[in-house]
C-alpha cells in the first residue's frame, strides 16, 4: 500500500478521476479519499466534494470499495474487479458472504458489467437452462461440468452436509464423487483401456 500524506492523495484522486484511463486501482484511489475525508483539513466528503470539484456521490461509490470484505478487497486491487459500478452493485449486497460469492463468480464471466453481478445476486432464482449458460460462459477449457438434478430434500441435505464441514455444496459432491469411484474400483486409467 502507498503512503499517504495529503499531495499523494491528491495527485492519487486527480490523475484517476480526471482522465479517461485509471493507472490507480480502485482500493488505492478509495484510500486517497479515506485519508482526505479523515483529515483535519477536510473532513467530510462535503467538504472535500466541494474543494477538489467531484461529487458526493463519486466520493461516495469510490469509498465503498472499503466496505468490501477483504478477499473482495483484494481482487479489485488486483483489478479483478475494476469498475466503480459493479464495486457499487457488490457493496449494496449486504451480506459477505454473498458479496465474495457474486465477486469470485464475477471474475468468472466473461464480461465486467455491472449487471452482470444484479444477475449474479439471484443465482438462486436462476433457471437450469440460465445457470448452465452461466456456467458454460465462465467455464475454462479442459474443466467438464455436470449438470445434476437433485431433488429437493436431497439438496438441502447436500447443503446441510457441505455447511456442517465448512464446504461449498458442489466441493461436497465432488467429494463423493471421488469417494464413490474408489469404492467401486473406477478409475480413469480402467476406463482408458
Not at 30 to 50: E, I, M, P
Request: charged share 30%.
Amino acid at each position: 500500500m502507498i503512503k499517504m500524506d495529503e499531495a499523494t492523495a491528491l495527485s492519487i484522486i486527480f490523475s484517476n478521476t480526471k482522465t479517461k484511463k485509471r493507472e490507480k486501482d480502485l482500493v488505492t484511489i478509495a484510500h486517497a479519499f479515506d485519508y482526505l475525508v479523515k483529515s483535519d483539513k477536510y473532513g467530510s466528503q462535503t467538504a472535500l466534494a466541494k474543494q477538489i470539484d467531484l461529487s458526493t456521490e463519486m466520493i461516495r461509490e469510490f469509498l465503498n470499495t472499503l466496505k468490501l470484505p477483504l478477499p473482495v478487497q483484494r481482487l479489485v486491487a488486483a483489478r479483478k474487479i475494476d469498475s466503480v459500478d459493479a464495486v457499487k452493485e457488490l457493496a449494496a449486497i449486504r451480506d459477505h458472504d454473498k458479496q465474495m460469492a457474486v465477486a469470485y463468480a464475477l471474475i468468472n464471466t466473461p464480461t465486467k458489467d455491472a449487471r452482470d453481478i444484479k444477475r449474479l445476486v439471484k443465482l438462486e432464482h436462476f433457471s437450469a437452462n440460465d445457470a448452465k449458460k452461466v456456467i458454460q460462459n465462465a467455464k475454462p477449457k479442459g474443466l467438464h461440468i455436470f449438470i445434476i438434478d437433485f431433488e429437493e430434500d436431497t439438496f438441502r441435505a447436500l447443503q446441510e452436509h457441505a455447511k456442517l464441514k465448512n464446504l461449498r455444496t458442489p466441493d461436497l459432491v465432488k467429494i463423493i464423487v471421488k469417494k464413490w469411484l474408489k469404492k467401486t474400483n473406477c478409475s480413469s486409467s480402467k476406463s482408458r483401456r
